[in-house]
């Protein structure tokens, strides 16, 4: 069994950065894919980036490319992602996910995912 903590959410303006974190304990996550979604009021909780185990190959959704980075600390078994140039779109509460070994090599559907946190809000004002 997997639990994951997320924190760094907050209340920020247009164009500001935040650095979310994901803690996870019970096991280590050698060999699991890590992700973030992130669900907005009223909308399906959407993919937002993910990074594989070994090669650490990431990918993100279009909305986010180029502004957020997914990176993960295998000796403190947490998960990070580095969201900059944020913008109103962006405001959401975002969850961390974690997919054990097996699969897809590129995952990012909700029910590839096992285990979840609780969720952690990012509101972005304009």
């Known amino acids: 069994q997997v639990q994951l903590v997320e924190s760094g959410g907050g209340l920020v303006q247009t164009g500001d950065s935040l650095r979310l974190s994901c803690a996870a304990s019970?096991?280590?996550?050698?060999?699991?894919?890590m992700a973030w979604f992130r669900q907005a009021p009223g909308k399906e909780r959407e993919f937002v980036a993910a990074?594989?185990?070994?090669?650490?190959?990431?990918y993100y959704s279009d909305s986010v490319k180029g502004r957020f980075t997914i990176s993960r600390d295998n000796a403190k078994n947490t998960v990070y992602l580095q969201m900059n140039s944020l913008k109103a779109d962006d405001t959401a509460v975002y969850h961390c996910?974690?997919?054990?070994?097996?699969?897809?090599?590129?995952?990012?559907?909700?029910?590839?995912?096992?285990?979840w946190g609780q969720g952690t809000q990012v509101t972005v004002s304009s």
């Open positions: 990074i594989n185990w070994n090669p650490y190959k990431t």
């Open positions: 019970g096991r280590t996550l050698s060999g699991y894919t």
């Open positions: 996910a974690a997919s054990p070994p097996g699969g897809n090599y590129y995952k990012r559907y909700k029910y590839e995912y096992d285990y």
